[in-house]
């Protein structure tokens, strides 16, 4: 059901859960202090316990009344990405912020979004809690269609066009004086030198953490659970394609010529990842809409800036 603004923000003062728009994929929001409608999030998406959400909030001065202490380089961060896809894991004081929404843990995640929709709404709700508005492990939502097929017609949707970035913010977590990527997404590692003097890391996978480091590093609990999966088995390949193999589709690219026998689900031209992760989990959930059971894809492209998030978003939808 798509809604106004004005009954979005009703609907939030009144412990209610509604999706929002943001520029990188769809939220479910809550309002931040709400532990009911924050509990509706986690009932309605499936979403393991031990999985955290992000604090979006209209500006970076707000996050001053949840953190302990801030790195000098926070307003260096704010001013160069916010608004927009950058999330940020810092320290909070004790009793500041819910459980349910930091998961226990003695951080939390804070981003200030830029689309126009999510900020006026931010100015009449105060801070609100948004995961992707997914059902959990499935591709993010962006669009309100999108937002609808996992939550049924009569879901609130506050409809704000298709995302425009369409995949999740980057995470940046502060660790023993450092920032490290917890999640990449819409922003590349390399954006971060100029502001910041050097290239965050990425923290270790979790499968290459034993059970003491678990607890040690610094990661993004989410990134344990299975993720941006379509029904549909993914078969990558570069060059050749193992034309023995009955499968019918391939989701490649237009400037690259494939046999005709396939239908493609097109992630537009090499030249332009910004329209290919515009289009990823479009293209992923259109395999499910159209019952596709198994699909090529075509992981021969460029092995930097955007595209190497793509190309993690594409390994975790084909690993089971
Ligand atoms: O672009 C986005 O970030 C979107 C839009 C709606 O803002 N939101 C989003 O939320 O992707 P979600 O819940 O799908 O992913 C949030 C990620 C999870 O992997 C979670 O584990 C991590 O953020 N996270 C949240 N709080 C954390 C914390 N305190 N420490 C480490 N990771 C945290
Ligand atoms: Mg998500």
């Known amino acids: ?27 479910l929001a809550a309002c931040l202090n709400d532990f009911t409608a924050i509990q509706k999030i986690y009932t309605l998406k499936s979403r393991p316990p031990q999985n955290p959400l992000i604090i979006h909030v209209a500006s ?23 608004p927009g896809p950058l999330t940020l894991v810092l320290p909070v004081k004790s009793n500041k ?15 200030v979004p830029r689309h126009s929709l999510t900020r006026k709404l931010l100015a009449m709700t105060g801070p609100l809690v948004m995961p992707s508005a997914n059902l959990s492990g499935k591709p993010s939502s962006t669009s309100a269609e999108h937002v609808e097929k996992d939550f049924t017609l009569d879901f609130p949707v506050l ?45 270790k ?14 990661t993004c609990p989410g990134q344990m659970f299975r993720h941006y999966a379509p029904k549909a088995r993914l078969i990558f390949f570069k060059q050749d394609l193992l ?8 989701v490649g690219f237009d400037d690259k010529s ?4 396939f239908k493609i689900y097109s992630l537009g031209l090499l030249k332009n990842p910004k329209v290919a992760a515009e289009r990823l989990y479009a293209v992923l959930r259109q395999l499910d809409q159209d019952e596709v059971k198994e699909a090529f894809v075509d992981m021969d492209f460029p092995a930097n800036g955007l595209w190497i998030t793509i190309r993690e978003r594409l390994e975790k939808a084909a690993s089971s």
């Open 258 to 261: 494939y046999s005709r026998e």
């Open 60 to 82: 970076s001065q707000q996050i001053h009344e949840y953190v302990e202490e801030l790195p000098d380089s926070f307003e260096a961060l704010a001013a160069a990405f916010w």
């Open 159 to 203: 409809d704000g066009g298709p995302s425009e970035e369409g995949l999740e913010s980057t995470i940046l977590i502060w660790d023993s004086k450092k920032w490290v990527i917890g999640r990449l997404g819409a922003l590349d590692a390399d954006c971060f030198l100029p502001v910041i003097g050097y290239i965050p890391g990425l923290t």
């Open 97 to 111: 912020v819910l459980n349910i929404v930091t998961a226990g843990l003695k951080t939390a995640a804070f981003r």
């Open 1 to 27: 059901m798509r809604i106004s603004l004005a009954d979005a923000a009703t609907l939030l003062l009144t412990s209610e859960v509604v999706a929002v728009p943001t520029e990188t994929v769809y939220g």
């Open 243 to 250: 034309t023995t193999n009955p499968c019918q589709v391939i």
């Open 205 to 218: 996978k979790h499968n290459d953490l034993d059970v003491n480091e678990l607890k040690e590093t610094p």
